[in-house]
């Protein structure tokens, strides 16, 4: 892997742009999760102020941490090592610049038409067909630089980081607009069962193909780099890439297993969700013994410390979802916070953490200057750390028990003073991770624009 320093030229604006985007938005989408999670506790908390109903702040929350806080964050990352992996400049800092614009005026028009009660209904594709255009060509636009920069390259090698970056932001485009139903503006959907087998198509991919290929581009950057060692192996780099490719694509109807799908396409999804161990561990295998006996190292540098983190979390989360794609777990774990609980692991416990690892990896990198306080970002990786903990025990527990009750015939009613408790330990628990983004906000708004040090 190359380390050529740059030209002087280089000022890695788009970097710092989707830095402080990231960094921005990950305030505003955890303060959406504590507002929806206090609703869940106290129902009549927003009564009659129809902008803040928990139907409208859930989709906020969950687009914002999906394409607010989470890519953003991995799209610095990229924007920063694909030119160094390279060895050359990106291709337009300019183009770049306005790609930023681009995001975050995408992400206004998304909050503002979402809060006023327009919307798709269909999860993870609730933003209406103005928005998902923006979009596609927020995702155009960071492809065109990425591709621009690779054809101008001086290093003939293409190392594996530069794969997953460019594959995850051209496939997100494409199978955004067809999970969006773009070609039909008036309701962005189909009809009945095969509208439910495209929307989970692409609901499942945008985490397969967008956040997964992007959090493995920054891992296997920053690991080898923190632990200044070179990777386990590029054989295994590659076999996991086209492994996740070919795997991952077909699991989305594992959602899908309670409802009249045809039957080959849900043995298809169980079997490739079961399959995912595959790519997952070609992936971790080559990550881990990369740091083999460089865990000090990974210590001693926060960014690869939010990193190898949250290559754990991706073991877990993963080993979890194919067993969930079992018919038999899923007649306890599915359409309940078990669920939940899982999508926190995977987003925020494993996309999250790399994301934020990513960023504070290349804070120094891209102003010259040591990170504003080192403290601060090791606070806040102690408070997500509790958190997406916190998370998983809590809302795996309610999952547990509204599952059984479900299967033994109790009404919802019955069921949900037993889990008030835990209702109000989840709004504490997001209360802590709002308290971290606010942390993780002023740490990188200060080692941007008000830190005065060199590094030396």
């Known amino acids: 892997m190359t380390g050529k320093s740059q030209p002087s030229s280089q000022n890695y604006l788009t970097a710092k742009g989707f830095c402080l985007t990231s960094a921005f938005w990950f305030v505003v989408a955890t303060s959406m999760g504590l507002l929806g999670a206090t609703e869940l506790m106290a129902p009549d908390l927003t009564e009659n102020i129809g902008w803040l109903v928990f139907g409208r702040i859930r989709p906020i929350h969950v687009n914002l941490v999906l394409f607010g806080f989470v890519t ?8 920063y090592y694909v030119p160094r992996l390279l060895r050359t400049e ?9 790609t930023v614009l681009a995001w975050n005026v995408t992400l206004v028009f998304a909050v503002v038409s979402l809060a006023s009660g327009y919307s798709q209904g269909r999860e993870y594709a609730e933003m209406i067909w103005p928005v998902d255009i923006l979009v596609v ?23 594996v980081s530069i794969w997953y970056a460019c594959a995850a932001v ?3 485009a494409v199978t955004f607009a067809l999970g969006n139903v773009i070609w039909r503006p008036n309701s962005g959907s189909l009809v009945g069962i095969p509208d439910a087998i495209l929307l989970w198509f692409y609901g499942h991919n945008v985490f397969g193909l ?9 891992a296997y950057y920053v690991i080898p780099k923190a632990c200044r060692a070179p990777l386990y192996s590029h054989t295994l780099s590659l076999f996991g890439f086209w492994s996740l490719l070919v795997v991952y694509t077909h699991i989305g109807t594992h959602h ?21 161990v595959i790519p997952v561990m070609a992936f971790l295998i080559n990550i881990w013994y990369t740091a083999k006996g460089k865990l000090g190292e990974i210590h001693a540098d926060i960014g690869a410390k939010f990193v190898f983190t949250g290559t754990i979390m991706y073991f877990f989360v993963s080993i979890q979802g194919s067993m969930m794609a079992l018919p038999d777990v899923q007649r306890v774990t599915h359409f309940n916070n078990w669920v939940v609980a899982h999508a926190h692991v995977g987003v925020l416990g494993f996309a999250g953490m790399i994301a934020l690892g990513g960023l504070y990896y290349i804070l120094p990198r891209i102003t010259g200057k040591p990170l504003y306080s080192r403290f601060l970002a090791d606070f806040q990786y102690w408070l997500i750390l509790i958190g997406v903990i916190g998370f998983t025990v809590v ?12 299967l033994n015939g109790e009404i919802v009613y019955r069921v949900l003073p037993e889990i008030h408790m835990y209702y109000i330990a989840r709004a504490s628990l997001g209360l802590i ?3 971290s983004a606010i942390l993780g906000l002023y740490n990188i708004l200060r080692s941007i624009f008000f830190n005065p040090g060199e590094i030396s």
Not at 72 to 79: D, E, N, Q, V, Y
Not at 90 to 98: A, M, R, W
Not at 210 to 218: E, Q, Y
């Open 433 to 435: 991770i709002f308290s």
């Open 90 to 98: 990106l291709y337009s800092e300019k183009l770049g610049f306005i």
């Open 395 to 406: 809302l795996t527990i309610v999952g547990l028990i509204q599952g059984n009750a479900w």
């Open 210 to 218: 967008l956040l997964t290929p992007l959090s493995a581009g920054v």
């Open 256 to 276: 899908l297993l309670q409802v009249p799908v045809p039957t080959w396409l849900k043995v298809i999804s169980i079997v490739d969700s079961v399959a995912m």
């Open 170 to 172: 051209v496939l997100t």
């Open 137 to 159: 060509l927020a995702f155009s636009l960071v492809f065109v630089n990425l591709i621009m920069t690779v054809s101008r390259r001086k290093e003939p090698i293409l190392y």
């Open 72 to 79: 953003p964050g991995l799209l610095s990352a990229a924007f």
